[in-house]
């Protein structure tokens, strides 16, 4: 795998207008693979009485709605790209079904997240889109933190495989990290 970027760029998902200017700065790039990889965790909400709503309608901007408006604003650079494929870095707190409690904010982004590109990969599985969500794992970043179970760099090549499969992937799932790793 080789992955080439002739340049850096940043800018805030949760802000309508960085993302414009974004995508302004890309215009006519072609865009073979987006990974969306925005998220915060408040981890204050651990009960119901401890929900801070600001920090919910902020977690919401960051972790489900940015993804949502950096895909919308790059879909021309996508639609000219060869993989038309777009992965949502998601969790295995948003899963419902495992759901143990706590951390509302976080895991109703990432349980949004999923079913964001759940839908995405529907409306646009016509025109050759894959999406898929990853789900890495625990993984030892600034949101993780130290005691976390893996290293990035044990995550990353299983991070890859959904957009590297010889088909472009099964569009619509969930793929995690860990059932790829060496």
Do not use: C
Not at 89 to 99: N, P, R, T, V
Not at 122 to 146: C, S
């Amino acid at each position: 795998l080789t992955a080439v970027a002739d340049r850096v760029e940043s800018l805030d998902v949760a802000d309508p207008a960085s993302v414009a200017a974004f995508a302004q700065r890309l215009e006519g790039v072609r865009v073979d693979i987006l990974v969306n990889n925005a998220g915060i965790f408040p981890r204050e909400d651990v009960t119901l009485d401890k929900v801070d709503f600001d920090a919910f309608e902020r977690t919401l901007a960051v972790n489900t709605l940015g993804p949502l408006r950096v895909t919308q604003a790059l879909l021309p650079n996508l639609q000219a790209g060869d993989r038309k494929t777009v992965i949502g870095m998601s969790s295995g707190l948003g899963s419902i079904e495992k759901s143990t409690g706590r951390w509302y904010a976080y895991r109703s982004s990432k349980t949004a997240l999923n079913s964001v590109n759940k839908v995405l990969s529907q409306e646009l599985a016509d025109e050759g889109f894959i999406f898929t969500v990853l789900h890495p794992g625990w993984v030892q970043t600034d949101m993780g933190g130290p005691d976390a179970d893996h290293e990035v760099t044990t995550v990353l090549p299983g991070a890859l495989v959904p957009a590297l499969l010889d088909d472009f992937g099964p569009s619509g799932q969930v793929f995690r990290a860990q059932d790829y790793r060496e």
